[in-house]
């Protein structure tokens, strides 16, 4: 397989651990490991998924480790790290993107069942996660870790438990980079805004809401997969080197727009209007 150089940096020779495989964010980032060279692993707790998965990658060749996982585990997690051991002995990345998305709810009426499954998939297993397999990146003394939050963690939705989870891993994150910066592995994060996902489907089932969300970014359009994709594998890359406890909002700017929303129309965005016709 030809070797795409991106940033300007390359994977050969590395190990990247991706979780939540059978994603549609986790297909983006994994593809583009493999064409920087990185051999993968990939963690993903539905069967049928991971096989998809290693169906889209094999035209791709590059090496794969593909393991049904449970990252709420911590039996199933060793049995993976071992498994990565013996095959690799290392791990030079790892990409906690592995998370559930429950229905929208009120906290009045949210059941207790929901609000613990949506922690002990988005936060304990990232957590998990880390512990593990951070083993062989602490006894190489070099690594890095990235985790995909969202823009919930930072502004409320109609979810309480996602918006709840993805703040706590932004805070796992900035914990991390201190924690292990000193030992030679630096954890970020990447917070995707708008992006249509099979985990996000529902949310865009309704072309009024679509045209909702669009309207309300400054680029005017949703984000892609691709594009989460590059975002973390530059926090991953040497070209972050320094880059260390960061959360990284990929969202057109979305988060930055909701004074503009609330002025009068004719002073919205300087008063640009769209001409006609283009």
């Not at 870790?145 to 438990?161: D, E, K, Q, R, T």
């Not at 805004?193 to 909702?212: C, H, P, R, W």
Request: net charge negative.
């Amino acid at each position: 397989m030809s070797e795409m150089r991106v940033f300007g940096t390359t994977f050969a020779g590395k190990v990247v651990v991706v979780t939540g495989a059978g994603g549609g964010i986790a297909s983006a980032v994994i593809e583009l490991f493999a064409s920087l060279g990185a051999s993968l692993v990939l963690l993903e707790v539905n069967a049928d998924a991971l096989c998809a998965a290693v169906t889209r990658m094999e035209p791709l060749g590059c090496e794969l480790l593909p393991i049904v996982c449970d990252i709420t585990s911590e039996e199933s997690l060793s049995n993976a790290v071992q498994l990565v051991g013996e095959q690799f002995g290392r791990c030079d990345v790892i990409v906690n993107n592995a998370g559930i998305l429950p229905r929208a709810s009120s906290i009045q009426t949210l059941e207790l069942d929901a609000w613990n499954r949506a922690f002990a998939i988005n936060v304990t297993g990232a957590f998990l996660v880390i512990k593990h397999f951070g083993k062989l990146m602490l006894a190489q003394e070099s690594g890095s870790i990235v985790n995909v939050a969202s823009i919930a963690g930072y502004s409320p939705n109609g979810c309480p438990p996602y918006g709840s989870t993805k703040a706590a891993v932004l805070e796992l994150t900035r914990h991390m980079a201190v924690e292990w910066g000193p030992r030679g592995i630096r954890t970020n994060a990447v917070c995707p805004g708008f992006i249509q996902t099979e985990l996000s489907k529902d949310n865009y089932a309704n072309a009024d809401m679509v045209n909702k969300r669009i309207s309300s970014v400054p680029l005017r359009r949703l984000g892609t997969t691709q594009e989460i994709a590059k975002a973390v594998v530059f926090l991953a890359s040497e070209e972050a080197s320094f880059i260390n406890g960061q959360d990284l909002i990929v969202d057109g700017g979305f988060l930055q727009a909701n004074l503009m929303h609330v002025q009068p129309p004719a002073e919205q965005y300087g008063g640009w209007q769209p001409t006609e016709g283009i």
